[in-house]
């Protein structure tokens, strides 16, 4: 891993990091803290200028992934989100994603086939009519984005726990993982898969998921930011291997547990 | 030395000259501090970029983090410090008595009367060991708002898993507002203490120094 050295005198620190950045040994790898503006507050607080961004981001990645610790440990698995009446949801409930709406995916209901994979008995797939059979629950609970605003919503489907079992999934491993038509992907503890508000999603607010909020179908967990909520799920697989997601390999938080 | 220390024990005693103003833990509790609350809020700011509570954004140039995922790395990382350093200060500061020796009583009458000689020039700042009526009413003050900033920001991290926290302060949307506010109480007080220190440069010596 590259370190910067003190910098010579004259030399912008700015575009040392821009350097160190070119300079990471895998090109694939994302600095998660963008650019210089990411220390230059930093810079001008300490006064130094020899903390450079890999060293800083490696130590924030570290205690990133002791939060998670924290978070599981503190994740009770028989705490309910409160839920609200249907007069609360937000209307209209807001579009947010990292595409412009009328760019969501769209999926065919007649060539969906949810595929099921890793630790798990029955790896067959899942047309929508085998899915919309299975015992369908309602909540209205709040969704918190990671931007810090929240909405409230209805949503109806089945329990991903149920379906767990009705797959054989074997419970005692660590992770699901998510993949979605787009290429997103999330993947979540198994305590939080087994919450019984986290829910294989269907419809929303009484209708159909439309497609900007997911169809056919979004793994909705009122226990976790919004980001960990997949839309537009094409394949769940159990898994102990950290397979990590979309936006937390950018450097969001794995847990993001609230 | 012992009578020293017995001394700076007394209640209301002012230091003897040349004795110890600030103990070391209040001085390196202080700098943590500092450090600690500079990256909150620096970071807070990028964070509060992504979803504005009221019309207006911080400038990049003054935030932490250069976006939210990078911001957030160092708020839940700079979090431990706040809340550890905090308990620390928190801890000592009642069981060595220096609360109640330094910060009580803060009576009203004191507090116009010494507010009112600072604007017009004449409140003594000779001694440093004796807190002024103002400077107990802004310490107490900030203390609360670092307990309520904690709270909240607790009540915003969990509002499902501490959610009875959260309902406290009025629920989710609301406990973003009451973070936002304790954290401009905080800086609003930094900013007066920070004019202070240049105004009775001694008290950076002493804060640094001990004396």
Known sequence: MPRLRRNPPGVDPKLL????????????????????????????????????????????????????????????????????????????????????????????????????G???????????????????ETQVTRHICVEGWSAIGKWTGVRLSEFLRRVGADTRAQYVWFRCAEGYSTSIDMATALHPQTQMTFQFDGQILPRKYGFPMKVRMPTKLGFKNPKHVMEIAVTDKYLGGYWEDQGYNWFSGV | MTIEASHDRAIAAPAPAGGVI?????????????????????????????????????????????????????????MWLLVVNGLVYLALGLATGRFRRKLVPVRPREILA????????????????????????????VILAGVVVVLSGIAIWKPIQLQ?????????????YVHFLAMAAIAGFTVIHVVMAFVVPKSLRAIITGR
Request: charged residues 20%; hydrophobic residues 45%.
């Open chain 2, 114 to 141: 010494d507010a009112k000689a600072a604007f017009t020039g004449k409140l003594s700042y000779d001694d440093l060991s004796v807190y002024n009526a103002v400077q107990k009413l802004l310490y107490l003050g």
């Open chain 2, 164 to 176: 009875e926290l959260t309902a406290l302060l009025g629920g989710y949307e609301a406990a973003r």
């Open chain 2, 22 to 78: 600030h103990p070391a833990w209040v001085r390196l509790t202080h700098w943590i501090n500092a450090v600690a609350v500079a990256v909150m809020i620096a970071s807070g700011w990028e964070i509060y970029n992504a979803s504005p509570l009221f019309p207006f954004r911080f400038p990049q140039s003054i935030t932490l983090g250069g976006w939210l995922a990078g911001a957030l790395l160092w708020h839940f990382a700079a």
């Open chain 1, 17 to 116: 990091i821009k350097d160190a950045a070119k300079l990471m040994p895998d090109p694939t790898r994302r600095l998660f803290l963008r650019g210089g503006a990411s220390l230059g507050a930093l810079v001008f607080l300490t006064g130094c200028d020899i903390v450079d961004s890999l060293s800083a981001e490696r130590a924030l990645i570290k205690v990133s992934h002791f939060n998670d610790r924290v978070q599981a440990w503190l994740f009770n698995p028989n705490k309910l989100a409160p839920t609200y009446p249907d007069s609360a949801v937000t209307r209209p409930f807001p579009f947010n994603a990292y595409y412009p709406e009328d760019e969501a995916p769209e999926v065919d209901k007649a060539d969906y086939a949810l595929e099921v």
């Open chain 1, 118 to 136: 890793g630790k798990v008995d029955d790896k067959k797939t899942w047309t929508l009519d085998e899915l919309y059979a299975l015992p369908q």
